[in-house]
C-alpha cells in the first residue's frame, strides 16, 4: 500500500514544474506519518489529494521525500529504473572513449540517491537514501544487465546514510579488487583505492579541468596541493612538466600517486610532500620555492550553512598563502566542491586572496563539473564545483 503525502500549494506547484525534493515543512503533517518506514513508497498529493506523483519517503529526515515520477499515472517500477540507467549510460558511452566515468549522477540522472561510478567492469556505488535502499531489487538487476561488472564495491561510508537510518558498513559484492584500479582519462592512468580511498575512489568532477591545466605545464614547474591521487599533477607531469610536486596529508594518496606516476613513466620529475597543506604554505616556513603553476583544489570547506561564513574565510586565507608560492606571471588555478559556497561568494573570497597577497590577477576560465556529472534542472545548487584559473600579474 503506498503512502499518501498531502503537500502545501506551494510544494504542489514546485513539484509540478519539476521540482524533486519534499522537505517536513511542504507536508500536511500527521501522526500516522512518524509511524512510516523509512524509505517507504509514498505517492505525493495536493491538500484534495489530487496525485501528483510518486517518490519516496522517510519521515527520520528534514529532506524527507524524493520524486522518482511525477504526473497522475506515475509508477515506479523495473522499468523506469532500466531506462533511466539505460539512458545515463548512453550518455556517458557518447562523450567518453574509455568506459571510467560516473555513470549516475543522482538527481542529475533522475535516480535521486544513487551514484554510480564505473571502472570499466568494476563499479563503485553509492546508496544515500533510505528509499533507494528499499528499491534496490528494482534498480540492481539493470546495473548487472547493463555493465555486467565483476564487482561492485558499495561505498556505504557516509554520514547520509547514518541520517536515513542505513548501515554504513562497506560491502564489495563478486571478486575483490586486487589493489588499486586502474582509471584512464586520455594519456593518463591513475590509481584509485575504491575500498580505503575517499568518496567513491576518484573525483571524475574534475577531469576537464584537469586536461585545461596541463595545458599550461609543458616546460613549466608545478605544484597541486590537496593532491589527492595526483589528479592535476600527473596530468602535468605526462604533458611535459619540467617538475611537478604534489602535497597531501594523506600517505594511502601519495602512494597512489606515486605508483601511477611510476606507470606513467614521469615520476623523475615529480617529487611528493606529505604534510597539511595549510603548514606547507605557513609564511614562518617558506623557503623560497615558488612554482609558475599552482593548484589548489581543497576539500568541501563548508558542510552546512552555518559554517558559509567560516568556510569562505578559509577559502580567502588559503588563496592568499597560495598565491604567495606562485611565481611572477604565473598561472593560479583554485576550486571549492562546496555547495554552499555559491560561485559568486567563492570567486569573491578566492579575488580577495589574490589581493591580500599583493598580486594582480587576470581571469582566464570559469568551470564547473565534467559533463558526467549532470545537474537537475530544477536544481542549481548540484552545480556544486567551482574552478576558477587566473593569470597572475598579468
Known sequence: MTLDLRL??????????????????????????????????????????KPLGLGTF??????????????????????????RLARALDKRAALFAVPHY????????????LVVDRYGDVLSVQVTTAGMERLKPLWLPALHALARPKTIVWRNDLPARRQEGLPTEAEVWGEAPQGPVAVIEGDVTFRADLVDGQKTGWFFDQRANRMHVAEFAPGRTVIDLYSHAGGFGLPAAVAGAAAVTMVDVSPLALALSRRAAAENRVAERCEW???????????????GRRWEVVVVDPPAFIKDRRKIPAGLAG????????????????LFFMASCSHHA?????????????????????????????????????????????????????
Open 315 to 330: 577559502y580567502r586565507k588559503l588563496a592568499r598563502l597560495a598565491a604567495a608560492k606562485t611565481a611572477p606571471g604565473g
Open 58 to 83: 522517510n519521515p527520520r529526515t528534514e529532506l524527507c521525500a524524493r520524486v522518482l515520477a511525477a504526473g497522475p499515472k506515475a509508477r515506479v517500477d523495473a522499468d523506469l529504473f532500466s531506462a
Open 342 to 394: 555559491h560561485p559568486p561568494q567563492f570567486k569573491a573570497a578566492v579575488e580577495a586572496g589574490l589581493a591580500d597577497a599583493g598580486r594582480s590577477f587576470a581571469p582566464l576560465r570559469q568551470a564547473r563539473a565534467d559533463r558526467d556529472h549532470p545537474v537537475h534542472p530544477k536544481l542549481p545548487q548540484n552545480d556544486y564545483l567551482k574552478a576558477l584559473t587566473y593569470r597572475l600579474d598579468p
Open 102 to 113: 560516473r555513470w549516475v549522477h543522482a538527481e542529475g540522472d533522475f535516480l535521486p540517491g
Open 273 to 287: 610532500v606529505e604534510a597539511d597543506v595549510f603548514d606547507f604554505l605557513d609564511p614562518s616556513a617558506d623557503d
Open 8 to 49: 502545501t500549494n506551494a510544494a504542489a506547484r514546485r513539484l509540478a514544474e519539476g521540482y524533486p525534493w519534499v522537505f517536513k515543512g511542504d507536508v500536511a503533517w500527521t501522526s500516522a506519518l512518524d509511524l512510516a518506514e523509512p524509505g517507504e513508497l509514498a505517492r505525493f498529493c495536493d491538500l484534495r489529494l
